[in-house]
């Protein structure tokens, strides 16, 4: 069975376009977003790459950490840089990790054990299930996963969207309900009792008995003293 939510994510030793790293330590205390790509040059990917150099301080002011995956050499990586700056007008300011052995692509279920050889033999289409959004908690668990097809750029908005969801939840006794957005009304977990609940969040509406409606409980904490 693939790497699924709730699994601890693979640890792993790699170059990157900033130098080596071990996987679990580069993360640190912080959350983290592995985003992975067919191959070098390919032109969804360029635009998704430029669009998440543009969008890192996003990613920063929530404690996020970003690096993307390729299937080719970190020279090849270096090389492809130059084009995104010059067609996206930014360049990966995150590091971007060089899988020409195919290891860390197979470690996290997105290439078949069998997948051997030269990389540069390969096409994108033959690495296109190289595709994923990972996002990984601060506990290494993974959170969120995504895949998307080579034809369709990935919506890095709906990540953030997500990491807000996931680091609220980790934080309060809570789900957020379809399209939330930070500030929105949440909705009680279902594992709080009537009672729980009466203590921590006080009233709700409830138009049901299962869908406990509060509002946000984080917009006390980003309130001003």
């Known amino acids: 069975?693939?790497?699924?939510?709730?699994?601890?994510?693979?640890?792993?030793?790699?170059?990157?376009?900033?130098?080596?790293?071990?996987?679990?330590?580069?993360?640190?205390?912080?959350?983290?977003?592995?985003?992975s790509h067919p191959k070098d040059f390919t032109p969804v990917c360029t635009t998704e790459l430029g669009y998440m150099a543009k969008i890192k301080p996003e990613f920063d002011s929530r404690n996020v950490k970003i690096i993307g995956l390729s299937v080719d050499t970190t020279s090849d990586h270096e090389a492809w840089a130059k084009d995104i700056e010059e067609t996206q007008g930014t360049a990966p300011n995150y590091p971007i990790i060089g899988d020409a052995d195919f290891k860390i692509s197979k470690m996290y279920g997105m290439l078949t054990a069998d997948v051997s050889g030269d990389p540069k033999a390969?096409?994108?289409?033959?690495?296109?299930?190289?595709?994923?959004?990972?996002?990984?908690?601060?506990?290494?668990?993974?959170?969120?996963?995504?895949?998307?097809?080579?034809?369709?750029?990935?919506?890095?908005?709906?990540?953030?969207?997500?990491?807000?969801?996931?680091?609220?939840?980790?934080?309060?006794?809570?789900?957020?309900?379809?399209?939330?957005?930070?500030?929105?009304?949440?909705?009680?977990?279902?594992?709080?009792?009537n009672e729980e609940a009466k203590e921590i969040f006080g009233d709700w509406e409830a138009p049901k008995p299962y869908i406990r409606i509060v509002p946000d409980p984080a917009t006390r904490e980003r309130v001003p003293a």
Do not use: C
């Open 122 to 193: 390969r096409t994108p289409a033959d690495n296109q299930t190289v595709r994923n959004v990972f996002v990984i908690g601060p506990d290494k668990k993974v959170k969120l996963i995504l895949v998307y097809p080579m034809t369709t750029g990935r919506n890095f908005d709906e990540v953030l969207r997500v990491i807000d969801s996931l680091q609220l939840t980790a934080q309060h006794k809570v789900s957020t309900p379809v399209n939330w957005k930070q500030g929105e009304d949440v909705i009680i977990a279902g594992s709080v009792s």
């Open 1 to 35: 069975m693939g790497l699924q939510i709730g699994d601890t994510a693979p640890d792993f030793e790699a170059q990157t376009t900033e130098g080596s790293i071990r996987f679990h330590d580069w993360i640190g205390d912080s959350w983290a977003v592995l985003f």
